[in-house]
């Protein structure tokens, strides 16, 4: 048994010892209870006070637990309560709820001169073994998607859960992959509305599986969770420089705020603009998010770095939520892309219309040229060009694809 450091007399299962007893063939009720941003207590008070304050925690849960459950520290603010018994969901349900009842009615005092009262969050899982916990913590992170100090049963039909599977399954298949040289730029042409000819492209990233194009639909989650958006945007940056190095054409490359707050681009761009003797005012910077998240960091002084060196800018999904007129002026980019969820309604949509026509009188009093996306009839097409708007994409034109296609005057 587990002897807590602190002075309170508490005796609790370790880690240790929790595994060994999951390992078992016992099927077996598992109750994960986390303390909400406890994080902040460390931080606040010190990590001395919130040693303390663990100590008193664990002390409450073994007066509050059932007698016949077993109270385990699995790491951090994480304890585990194991019971044996043959119990429905309301006799879980009921568990869980006594346990918040309790610490959302008591005050716990550390040294006489701090009081916190706890907010929780429980997973509840049953099955065998040592996935009991990475169960009840699938169960923690799906509740905490839509609130706190609450419980829920872990479900493996859940979309929460399936998308973590999915993510799981996405995560391999990137490092294999960046590993392959299996992440490859496909191209989308951009047409100038005054011309009707194509003038620049946007370059995408695809995953290649086997004989499978994948889109990044399916893994650019997958590789912000495990933090390989930087080695994406590498292999696209590589491979747009290489593939425009014989061309007189303007390319557009998808940047995001990992990538600025990783600080590389500069050094990347740079290189390759060497290496493909490519001026920097061919190439524009898109930025994927919402331009609020350009006040991270360094992430401004990194865009207005790239800046200096010629390099453009555009923003992308204009329109969405969160975005920003003031920091959009503030910016100032050189392009300006319309969420496409307006371009596409924008025929029918009194609503799309406004806020495009909007966002057109802002641009052309500002000296922004706008690009409409998801361009996909000749009447999507002809409501932009009557609004003035300069360039138009969409598969109207052409689908991505993995090479620079021609497309007719339109």
Not at 203 to 218: E, G, K, M
Not at 310 to 318: L, R, S, T
Not at 341 to 346: E, G, H, L, P, S
């Amino acid at each position: 048994m587990y002897q807590s450091s602190c002075a309170l007399n508490v005796s609790i299962g370790e880690g240790e010892e929790l595994i060994g007893r999951l390992k078992s063939s016992e099927k077996l009720n598992c109750i994960l209870i986390n303390i909400d941003n406890f994080s902040t207590v460390n931080s606040a008070y010190g990590y001395d006070v919130g040693t303390k304050l663990l100590c008193q925690f664990a002390k409450y849960l073994t007066v509050v637990k059932p007698h016949t459950s077993e109270l385990y520290r699995y790491y951090s603010d994480n304890f585990i309560l194991l019971d044996a018994r043959e119990l429905d969901r309301r006799s879980l349900g009921d568990i869980a709820e006594s346990i918040l009842s309790f610490f959302a009615s008591t005050e716990i005092v550390v040294d006489e001169d701090f009081e916190f009262k706890l907010s929780l969050s429980i997973g509840i899982s049953t099955a065998r073994g040592v996935v009991n916990i990475t169960q009840a913590e699938l169960a923690i992170k799906e509740l905490r998607e839509s609130r706190k100090n609450s419980y829920l049963f872990f479900n493996p039909y859940s979309d929460y859960v399936h998308q973590e599977q999915e993510n799981i399954y996405w995560i391999t298949k990137i490092k294999e992959a960046v590993a392959e040289e299996d992440i490859v730029a496909y191209f989308q042409p951009i047409i100038n509305n005054a011309t009707g000819k194509v003038e620049k492209y946007e370059c995408l990233a695809r995953l290649r599986d086997d004989d499978t194009i994948v889109s990044p639909f399916y893994f650019m989650n997958a590789a912000k969770v495990t933090g390989s958006l930087s080695y994406v945007t590498k292999a696209l940056i590589a491979q747009s420089f290489k593939k425009f190095s014989n061309t007189e054409f303007e390319f557009s490359l998808n940047i995001t705020g990992e990538d600025l707050m990783e600080d590389y681009l500069e050094s990347v761009l740079l290189k390759n603009v060497n290496k493909y003797n490519i001026h920097p005012s061919r190439v524009v910077l898109e930025m994927l998010e919402n331009i609020t998240t350009l006040d991270k960091g360094n992430s401004m002084r990194q865009l207005n770095t790239l800046r200096e060196h010629g390099f453009k800018v555009a923003i992308d999904d204009f329109g969405a939520e969160n975005s920003n007129m003031s920091r959009l002026l503030e910016i100032h980019p050189d392009y300006l892309k319309i969420d496409g969820a307006f371009i596409k309604n924008i025929v029918d949509d009194e609503k799309s219309q406004i806020i495009v026509d909007a966002i057109v009188s802002l641009c052309k009093r500002s000296g922004i040229k706008i690009i409409a996306e998801f361009i996909h009839n000749k009447e999507v097409q002809k409501r932009v060009k009557s609004l003035g708007i300069e360039y138009s994409q969409g598969f109207y034109f052409s689908a991505p694809q993995p090479d620079l296609v021609v497309v007719e005057d339109v």
